[in-house]
Each structure stands twice: as C-alpha cells, then as structure tokens.
C-alpha cells in the first residue's frame, strides 16, 4: 500500500499568512511545525510508505521540511484534484511501474486528527474489490457546519454526496444519519489508470506529463466519486477537523483575549484590542485581515442551536444569557458545570428534564433552576425554546463535563 500526500494547494483561503509564495501547508503554524510535517510524522510512525504529491515550485518547500530523501511526484502545474489523482496513478505506473493490483490512498494535510486516525487506511484497502472502485473515510459528525461536505450511504456504500449545505440543511442531514467526508480516497491502481485512459490514452508518463493541461481543470469529486456507484464508506468517531480556513484554525493557534477575540501576530509588532469583539485579527509582513467568528452569534449544535443574547458582570460575576432551541424528540448530554449555575426558562414546546438522576416534565412558564456541579440534561418532546441564564465566575463553552449523550443511558443513570 502506498500513501500519498496531496500538497499542491494553493492555501488562499489563510491569507495574509498563507501566499501563493508560501502556501499554508508549508507554514509553521504548530509549534514550529507545518501541517505537511505533523502529518508525515503521524503516518510515518505507522511505518506507511508514503509519497508527497505537489506542483514543481513546491516541491523545494517539502525537500526542506521532510529531507531530501522524500518521494516527490511532481505536477506540472496546479490544475486541481483531479488531475493531480491521474498524476499520481500514470507515476505510479510508469515511473515506479508497480503493480497495478496495488491500494494507492491519498491524504489531503490541511486536517487536525488523532494519533490513531489513521488505523482505519488498512480497512479502507481492506474493502476494495471488483465490485469496489473506491474507499472513503466518513467522520460521525460532531455539530452541524456548512464548512463541510456530507456523505449519505446504506450500509457503507455511498448513496450521495451534498458539498457544503447551510447550516439548517446540515441539521437535517446529521438527523438522518449523514457523515462529514474526510476527503481521504483509497482506490487500486488499474482503477485510476482506467479512468486516466479515458482522458489521455498514453503510453508513457512522459506523454501524460505533456499533455497534463487537456485533463479537466476540474475536482476529483466532482469528476469521478460524484457519478460513481460504487465507494464504500469507512466510518469513524476519531476526532477530524479541516484546517483550512480561519474559522477553523484561529483556536488551534492562538487563545482568546477578555473580548473574545484571537490575535495571530506573526511580527514582532505590540497589537493592542481595545473593544474588538468575537473576531480573529491576523496580521502578517503581507498585510492584515479581520474576521468575524460569528456574525450572528448561532451555535449549531447536533440536537439544535442556541444564540448569544447578552453577556455582562454584575457583583463580581460573569452573566450570560442564551437562547435554546432544542429539536423534537433530541436532547443535549447529561452534564454539570464546575464555575457557574443556570436558570432556565421555558418559552415554548415540552420536555422532560433529568436532574441528578431525577426526571420532571417540563412545559411553557416553568422555571428550572440548576446548581453548580448538578448532573442534568434535557429531550424536547415538541420544540423546546429556552432562555437560560447563566451566572458564576465563568460562563464559557469549555465548562461543560459530559458523562453521556444517549438519551437511553442518561435515564438509566443515578
């Protein structure tokens, strides 16, 4: 088995850090690491035979970062995904002229994972057979995103893919058993080779590197998986998440200020915020950029949302308060907070409340009142709306203990 690494973006996404100069996979964002050399280092302690896929200017970047010794397959030219996979599979074949029986799987580098991700490769090849063309890996969806694509299958074989839904259809999607796509593709080199035939009919990669620019400047996806019917899916709980934009990777690399907001100063330059809320302010020698983290402050969550409506401090406290909106027939994990206390208000819709053990039905105008440390959680039988304060010494998302998150089990817990 051989593993690619597709390094060949352009990262544009990350400006002013990232450039088309240096593109964001060659960046230290980590600790003086990149992400193209966190992910080596964790496919390579699996003792992988791993390969990097990039376009010529880059290839200097990953000599430097990962040796000189590293296998580099070359594109002419950045021509988007598809290309790329037709690069890798006619190198592969003419170049190192292995077998064409052998599992190629290629990984973009732009994502933040466990340590034993990557365990799933072997049973991604695993699956790959004559009624098999193609592998991917589907992540168990920890909250609604419109940043991600959707992979909907029966048992394991991909029905459809939807790219990018808004927020409410990536409700509905979880709901219904959708996964996030890894983007991670395994496949048998004669699979890709057909399928390479079918555009350049060629006889040597040198010919295939000549005509590389009449392929479709197109994306795999959309190209190939989007028309196939034959993809399994791997699934997984393993923690995944995309770095590719600053809304996903202002945390990993920066903290919040008392405004909440992250500051990512790559110059030796004093940044001052004075009154900046929820934001990310990145300044660069190429310039600098302002994001809002969320214009309207709606946290998607997998039974529902909740908004901001206020924060403040009163006697010493911080105050906070929110509203809920949880679905029918969902419900938030058991859990207790350490720094702060709630009292919530129903608005609207029924449920049924579970406090340290004990379960209550709720409905509109009842008033719970929920202690520092109490185990609780909540199921809506019809649309439950909440306000609920919030009142201690902290009133952040990260004080939050979750025990469990079935409904079946938090009832039967004591």
């Known amino acids: 088995m051989k593993v690619v690494l597709l390094a060949g973006g352009l990262g544009t996404r990350l400006w002013p850090v990232s450039t088309k100069k240096v593109p964001k996979q060659y960046v230290k964002f980590f600790n003086e690491e990149t992400m193209l050399v966190s992910t080596y280092k964790k496919l390579k302690s699996q003792g992988f035979s791993i390969y990097v896929a990039t376009n010529k200017k880059q290839s200097k ?102 790219e990018k839904p808004n927020e409410h259809k990536a409700i509905n999607l979880i709901n219904n058993g959708a996964y996030w796509n890894s983007g991670i593709v395994a496949f048998k080199l004669e699979t890709m080779c057909n399928i390479s035939n079918k555009y350049l009919n060629v006889n040597s990669y040198k010919t295939f590197y000549k005509n590389y620019k009449e392929l479709p400047k197109n994306s795999f996806d959309r190209e190939v998986l989007e028309k196939s019917k034959k993809i399994y899916v791997v699934k997984t709980k393993n923690k995944w998440m995309d770095l590719g934009t600053w809304q996903n990777l202002y945390s990993k ?18 940044i001052v915020n004075n009154g900046v809320t929820d934001s990310i302010i990145v300044n660069t020698s190429n310039g600098i950029a302002l994001f809002e983290k969320n214009k309207h402050n709606i946290f998607y969550r997998h039974w529902g949302y909740y908004k901001i409506i206020d924060t403040y401090k009163t006697n010493g406290n911080n105050v906070k308060v929110k509203y809920l909106k949880i679905f029918a027939n969902k419900n938030i994990s058991y859990q207790y907070h350490k720094f702060r206390e709630e009292v919530w208000y129903v608005t609207s819709g029924s449920g049924i409340i579970v406090i340290d053990g004990k379960q209550q039905e709720i409905k509109i105008g009842d008033i719970i009142k929920i202690g520092k440390e109490q185990k609780h959680s909540v ?17 952040v998302e990260s004080d939050i203990v979750r025990l469990e998150k079935k409904w079946e089990l938090i009832v039967g817990v004591k």
């Open 61 to 162: 970047f990953v000599k430097k970062q990962l040796g000189n010794n590293i296998r580099i397959i070359k594109e002419p030219e950045a021509h988007g995904t598809f290309g790329a996979m037709l690069n890798i599979a006619n190198y592969f074949k003419y170049v190192e002229k292995i077998n064409l029986d052998e599992t190629i799987i290629t990984i973009p580098i732009d994502h933040d994972v466990d340590q034993n991700f990557y365990d799933v490769l072997n049973e991604m090849a695993y699956h790959l057979n004559d009624e098999i063309d193609f592998g991917l890996i589907g992540i168990e969806p920890t909250y609604p995103t419109k940043e991600y694509g959707y992979i909907i299958e029966q048992k394991n074989i991909v029905q459809k893919f939807v």
């Open 253 to 270: 690399v920066s903290n919040a200020d008392i405004y909440n907001t992250n500051i990512i100063n790559t110059e030796n330059k004093k």
């Open 379 to 395: 199921k809506s039988l019809f649309d439950l709306e909440i306000i609920e304060i919030q009142r201690g010494i902290k009133t």
